[in-house]
């Protein structure tokens, strides 16, 4: 029930699925009455999925601690509650971020060794597409959970975006050993001596990001939300100049027109739609969150997300990585002890 043109839109993208998933069912959490006569104009996703019937929803506005406290029968928590039953190999949700983050990592809890789950998402680049985490979870973060993060980015990059080695970089204010605050040299060093198949790149700037110089950007949720919104909001505006110049004049029409099939691949490159859907990194079961004003299309991409995570088995990889990582580092205090 959560989004800006739900429940409908999450019915098209899961039609959008369906006819590519034979598969693939789902449980629907809401409104019945509402999500019944929707489901009969999509006939493939009819015969997927089952509602689950609760007329309560989390608010878009709602607080965490609000949604937390009184949101035990909104379509939000029981939905999580399925996760965490065995019901359902994962949730997707379009709804207030807070309340999935807060509500998720009360009922799924946290996975060995993960101290706080973080929001991971793809990015498009010069190169193609690169993970970036955290974008918004954790405002401040220490040295452990930016290797944490290291760690959980690497497998998703591995397992989303198909890339066998993926290069993991810190972001930091320059590409020197000497600058940054204390969570980022910190992080740095422990990664440089980590025995982990990971192929640290060391430090980038925020320049970097859109050139793809490595495959999995590690920062905090406090920066890694500015640097987001800040690429989304620069793309927003280059389309609209881009429109204005092409439309304002005669000549640019005509320009349009000739370069129609450059500008029709310009924009399914960079169609946010195609990027949507944030994993909750460190959670005990996979929960990928959609942004609230896409459409069917960006939500199916979105729920695509979360089935390529639960075939290749996501979760488990990152607790191997982290077992390993946990073992390493108690060799290493038993040595120096």
Not at 259 to 285: C, E, H, T, V, W
Not at 296 to 309: C, K, M, P, R
Request: proline share 3%; hydrophobic share 45%; net charge neutral.
């Amino acid at each position: 029930m959560g989004g800006d043109n739900a429940p409908e839109m999450i019915v098209e993208g899961l039609d959008i699925v369906c006819r590519q998933n034979s598969d693939v069912h789902f449980l629907l959490f809401g409104d019945q009455v509402r999500l019944t006569p929707i489901l009969e104009r999509y006939p493939a996703a009819r015969g997927a999925c089952e509602i689950r019937h609760t007329s309560e929803a989390v608010a878009g506005d709602a607080k965490p601690t609000a949604a937390l406290r009184s949101g035990k029968s909104t379509s939000m928590r029981l939905s999580i509650d399925s996760v965490a039953a065995g019901e359902a190999a994962a949730i997707v949700s379009a709804g207030n971020t807070g309340a999935l983050m807060a509500m998720a990592t009360i009922v799924l809890k946290t996975l060995p060794g993960i101290d706080r789950p973080a929001i991971a998402g793809s990015l498009p680049t010069q190169r193609g597409a690169s993970v970036m985490l955290d974008l918004g979870a954790n405002v401040e973060c220490d040295a452990e959970n930016l290797v944490q993060f290291a760690v959980m980015g690497e497998a998703f990059a591995r397992n989303e975006l198909g890339v066998a080695e993926p290069s993991v970089g810190i972001l930091n204010v320059g590409v020197e050993g000497l600058k940054g605050n204390e969570a980022v040299k910190g992080a740095s060093a422990i990664l440089q001596q980590s025995r982990l198949p990971i192929k640290f790149y060391g430090f980038v700037e925020g320049d970097d990001i859109c050139k793809g110089t490595v495959d999995v950007i590690v920062t905090d949720g406090f920066s890694g939300n500015i640097a987001l919104k800040t690429a989304e909001g620069t793309a927003r505006m280059f389309a609209h100049y881009l429109r204005h110049y092409l439309t304002g004049s005669l000549f640019g029409k005509i320009g349009a027109f000739i370069a129609r099939g450059a500008i029709s691949k310009f924009r399914s490159q960079f169609d946010p739609r195609r990027y949507n859907g944030a994993m909750l990194l460190g959670l005990n079961g996979i929960c990928v969150k959609s942004h609230g004003g896409t459409d069917g299309i960006g939500f199916a991409h979105a729920v695509d997300v979360a089935i390529n995570l639960v075939r290749r088995n996501l979760n488990e990889v990152i607790k191997q990585d982290l077992e390993r990582l946990m073992s390493e580092r108690r060799v290493l205090q038993s040595v120096s002890g």
